[in-house]
């Protein structure tokens, strides 16, 4: 079968398996906020010296981009930051509390809402707020999102100075009527005057995020887009569907579906692009995900090191990851926990010293063996069962096997060179709580 009727025949709705169970799946009906500390500190005392990771969720942006699926609150009002950045180290404080002693920090990841909103000044009392209760493991990541418009030389040299090393940049895409439509705005010249600035002060890695499906978007101004990127040469490129989903975010009701490319208009953005950065030298790392071969991403998927979490994929493997802020999710391996999704709710909460959990999940037997050959689809391409592949697994793996997307043996699944576009997909064969219940409504994005 053709490459563009596979996309046709797959393009179905599909969790982003960041998780499994997937949030609307979690049984938050069984979770307790005692429960999950008691998680968090089981995992720590047992797995303490491979280190944790932070995410910390930094919403406020000062305008909408009507594309955007994150948590976000709009303001122009940067008086809101010092109190936030308040209540996320109570947060963290109360975690270290549990944990009975400074944990060994291996990754730390800003995410948003666009981090750069918050001045370098507030940014700095933030992180050393964080690395004053705990132990910076040898080779720690830290990360961190920035908007190409505001993030300025004094953002990029004070971070490098607290460890920072890599950096993520939203460009989405340069086509002027795609960025009216978005409500995004940054030049090519802004872009490659950062990218250039870091490098010069010694980021290693700079990631770039790029969407297809957007409003407004052609072939020949997507064309435009990589080009200018690829002569810009970030070590990373995230290439992403854009999801629409205007019943959850209605900042996307800016456009119409008629604005929106669709069938195999979006099909060829796709595969347009996956080809101009094969021919770049950028390679395959999981899914949406490409990098230089000199990139750590690259190595990871290289050694069979890659992982997979809620910050998505990353060459840090950690049993503990918590979540710090507003919505923020944090996974103890054994269980889950999310945070409110109101700024208001998430400072309430903090305000009351109470640790600002609002739901969550528990991991059975059943779930930790399922997320494990996700993970492995995920992060590795292949995956195998001691006594044989069971038998609701193996029969919806059939129609991929026939489509040639993966192969399979008795007790081996192994994603092919053409099933790489398809992961999701794949990763869906598995999914046991999806197909034992079925969605009425629709809870995912597309798959292409």
């Known amino acids: 079968m053709e490459t563009s009727a596979l996309l046709k025949k797959y393009n179905v709705a599909t969790p982003r398996y960041t998780s499994y169970p997937t949030v609307p799946y979690w049984d938050i009906e069984n979770f307790t906020a005692n429960g999950w500390l008691a998680n968090v500190a089981n995992t720590y005392e047992s797995h303490k010296d491979e280190g944790i990771s932070l995410y910390i969720h930094l919403p406020f942006c000062e305008s909408l981009c009507t594309y955007c699926g994150c948590n976000t609150r709009i303001t122009k009002n940067h008086g809101v930051e010092v109190p936030y950045i308040k209540a996320v180290l109570a ?46 493991a040898p080779g720690a990541e830290f990360s961190f999102e920035a908007h190409p418009a505001n993030t300025t030389e004094l953002h990029l040299t004070t971070l490098y100075k607290l460890g920072f090393r890599r950096l993520s940049l939203g460009i989405q895409d340069f086509d002027p009527k795609v960025q009216f439509l978005i409500n995004r705005f940054q030049t090519p010249q802004q ?88 021919e770049a030298g950028y390679k395959d790392v999981g899914m949406d995900h490409f990098a230089l071969k000199t990139d750590s991403l690259f190595q990871a998927m290289a050694d069979l090191k890659l992982h997979r979490n809620f910050m998505g994929y990353t060459n840090q493997h950690t049993r503990l990851l918590i979540g710090l802020g507003v919505s923020s999710i944090s996974d103890s391996w054994t269980a889950f926990a999310q945070n409110p ?71 081996e699944i192994r994603i092919t060179t053409k099933g790489r576009s398809f992961l999701r997909n794949v990763c869906m064969a598995f999914d046991e709580k999806l197909w034992l219940k079925q969605p009425k409504t629709q809870l995912f994005s597309s798959s292409i």
């Open 91 to 136: 947060e963290w404080k109360m975690y270290v509390e549990v944990l009975r002693e400074k944990p060994k920090l291996k990754e730390l990841h800003l995410g948003g809402g666009t981090p750069t909103f918050f001045s370098a000044e507030n940014l700095k009392m933030l992180i050393n707020g964080i690395t004053k209760h705990a132990i910076l």
């Open 191 to 278: 872009v490659a005057e950062v990218t250039a600035e870091a490098k010069k002060i010694g980021y290693t890695s700079v990631n770039f995020d790029l969407i297809y499906g957007l409003p407004g978007q052609t072939v020949n101004g997507l064309t435009d887009t990589i080009k200018q990127v690829i002569d810009m040469r970030p070590d990373r490129i995230a290439f992403y569907s854009y999801a629409h989903v205007p019943w959850l975010k209605p900042g996307q009701r800016h456009y119409s579906e008629e604005d929106i490319p669709i069938g195999d208009e979006k099909f060829a953005l796709y595969q347009l692009g996956r080809q101009l950065l094969d």
């Open 341 to 411: 999704k109101t700024v208001e709710s998430y400072l309430n909460k903090i305000s009351q010293a109470t640790l600002p959990v609002e739901k969550g999940h528990f991991l059975t037997g059943e779930d930790l063996e399922v997320r494990k050959h996700i993970l492995n689809m995920m992060c590795r391409e292949n995956t195998s069962y001691n006594e044989g592949i069971p038998e609701p697994v193996y029969g919806r793996l059939l129609p991929l096997v026939k489509d040639k997307l993966v192969w399979v043996t008795e007790k």
